[in-house]
């Protein structure tokens, strides 16, 4: 089964300075899609990033970029430029590309906060 | 605009008395999912469908039920709430590699 692992229950942050949240994944396939969801206060869940394994090239998304090593299933976030609204819960999420069983698998979600 | 529906927003209801959550998306997605998350956790997948092919987490309770009449409208049935069940109750629509979330449904039992 796969399994997503983010280590940092909660960071901060200055406002206008850079925070890389980490997170690492267990899979056996080859071919799968990794994403950043963030859930503000009103709880809504909001897509900021997505990475495809088989594209070497890490996804960027104006202030936020990933750093993908898939050999070492590692696949972290940085925010630059931080801002008061980027104050979050950020989950880390696998998808598995192929088959019926379509199932996003969450991490457990680090606590952004930016301190003004 | 919105493109998942979630109603209501926030659903009250009786220990032991049956609730129904609605999603409704504009999208077209074959795929949709119902999660459950509890306050400070990851959310948790209770069942998703490949169009009208139903999937239910090993570990959903007999307690939750789903329905999914048509591509747009899902629903969530909780036949016997009890106070562990109180939580957000999330929708999400997929496609292409995409998920799209609702803005949920906070259930409170009481």
């Known amino acids: 089964a796969q399994t997503v692992t983010q280590s940092q229950p909660e960071m901060s942050v200055q406002e206008a300075e850079t925070v890389t949240l980490s997170c690492t994944y267990d899979t056996s396939e080859s071919d799968y899609y990794l994403f950043w969801y963030k859930q503000p206060p009103s709880r809504q869940m909001i897509l900021v990033i997505r990475?495809?394994?088989?594209?070497?090239q890490n996804a960027t998304e104006n202030r936020f970029s990933v750093n993908f090593q898939k050999a070492a299933k590692s696949f972290s976030l940085k925010i630059s430029d931080s801002q008061l609204g980027d104050a979050a819960m950020y989950f880390c999420a696998y998808r598995r590309k192929q088959g019926g069983s379509e199932k996003l698998v969450f991490g457990k979600g680090t606590k952004l906060t930016v301190n003004p | 605009d919105a493109m998942v529906i979630q109603n209501p927003r926030y659903q009250v209801t009786q220990f032991g008395k049956p609730v129904t959550l609605s999603c409704s998306q504009t999208?077209?997605?074959?795929?949709m999912y119902w999660y459950q998350q509890k306050s400070s956790q990851a959310p948790k997948l209770l069942f998703h469908y490949y169009d009208k092919d139903f999937n239910n987490e090993a570990d959903t309770p007999d307690n939750f039920q789903s329905r999914r009449p048509n591509t747009s409208f899902c629903f969530l049935d909780i036949r016997s709430p009890g106070l562990g069940d109180a939580a957000m109750y999330l929708c999400?629509?997929?496609?292409?590699?995409?998920?799209?979330f609702g803005q949920g449904t906070r259930l409170t039992v009481v």
């Open positions: 999208l077209n997605h074959n795929v």
């Open positions: 990475q495809e394994a088989y594209k070497q």
């Open positions: 999400a629509t997929s496609k292409s590699g995409r998920a799209f």
